[in-house]
């Protein structure tokens, strides 16, 4: 295998790790405050068909980002207000978030455009480009280190460098600021925060919000920058990856960034090797390849993961003693 395929091989992976990456951010925030969030991937979902209605309406891909991210925050404050106001069972809630995202977004695809419950397809302004870095054309022909920088580090959208700006941003926000101090605080020992004067409920809807902000984001990134429109199910399943990357990298942010680009580095190979014969085996079925990442999801999971240890008072609705 030469340079260039592995580059080819990793700038894939890049790419396909960003929607992951951003859902998995999104978990982390909320279930740092103690609120499981299992439904992350129908925010996802519905911040895709938002995205790509919005955007083809009106022609702006900004305006599709926004209008993902407001129908992701609508479904995290009703995740917020199930769990945290009404103290109902949080997987219930959120399983409940990914069915009606999923039949909302078929039936307002079919109502709206008539085309299957797919959204017309975008192009222009209505998406996001990519974006060249500076010097990335003059390196282009330098052997190895312009090869790295054109293909790999410069030439993707503007969402995929906001993702991997997250990682540190979100380690500095619960681990270097008051605000992430309380935050992890509120997920091992509500009472404590309590005590201290800080709301519980406000900490925790706080974190419901930008967990549906990020979320947005990832699904905009689906609809309007990897893909140029809305299909039925495009999240296909990135939501619950999201949320195997979480515990795999056990509630922390850079091995989040670490555990989602194994698992895009994985669908990137599935794809590489569709149709390609390998040595000894010969040619793979398609489906196996296609399932390849999963089945790795699974195995890694079941075998590499350790002991993970959530959140103390996650999934537990929290009462106040009076």
């Known amino acids: 295998m030469d340079l260039t395929t592995i580059v080819l091989i990793l700038d894939s992976s890049v790419r396909l790790a960003t929607p992951l990456l951003l859902a998995c951010l999104a978990g982390l925030y909320s279930e740092r405050s103690g609120i499981f969030d299992i439904g992350l991937e129908g925010k996802m979902l519905a911040g895709a068909f938002f995205a790509a209605a919005a955007a083809y309406w009106t022609g702006s891909a900004w305006l599709g980002l926004l209008a993902a991210i407001a129908a992701s925050i609508v479904l995290a404050l009703v995740h917020g207000f199930a769990s945290i106001t009404q103290r109902g069972n949080q997987i219930v809630s959120g399983v409940a978030i990914n069915f009606l995202a999923a039949g909302m977004t078929a039936l307002l695809g079919q109502a709206w455009f008539s085309q299957g419950g797919r959204t017309p397809q975008l192009g222009g302004d209505a998406r996001f480009g990519a974006i060249t870095l500076p010097g990335a054309e003059a390196l282009r022909d330098v052997p190895v280190v312009g090869e790295i920088y054109y293909e790999l580090i410069s030439g993707h959208n503007l ?164």
């Open 159 to 322: 969402i995929v460098y906001v993702a991997f700006l997250m990682v540190p941003l979100t380690w500095w926000v619960l681990f270097r600021t008051r605000f992430g101090l309380r935050l992890r605080a509120v997920g091992q020992n509500p009472a404590a925060v309590d005590t201290a004067g800080v709301s519980v409920p406000f900490l925790r809807y706080r974190a419901v919000i930008i967990c549906g902000i990020l979320t947005g984001i990832a699904g905009a990134y689906l609809a309007i920058a990897q893909s140029a429109g809305f299909i039925v199910n495009m999240s296909a399943g990135k939501g619950y990856i999201a949320l195997a990357a979480l515990i795999f990298a056990k509630w922390r942010p850079w091995p989040a960034m670490g555990a989602c680009f194994l698992f895009g580095f994985l669908d990137a190979v599935s794809i590489r090797l569709q149709g390609a014969n390998v040595p000894v085996i010969g040619e793979v079925p398609v489906q196996f390849m296609q399932a390849l990442p999963y089945i790795l999801t699974v195995i890694l999971l079941a075998g590499f993961i350790g002991r993970a240890v959530p959140p103390k008072a996650g999934g537990i609705p929290y009462v106040k003693e009076r």
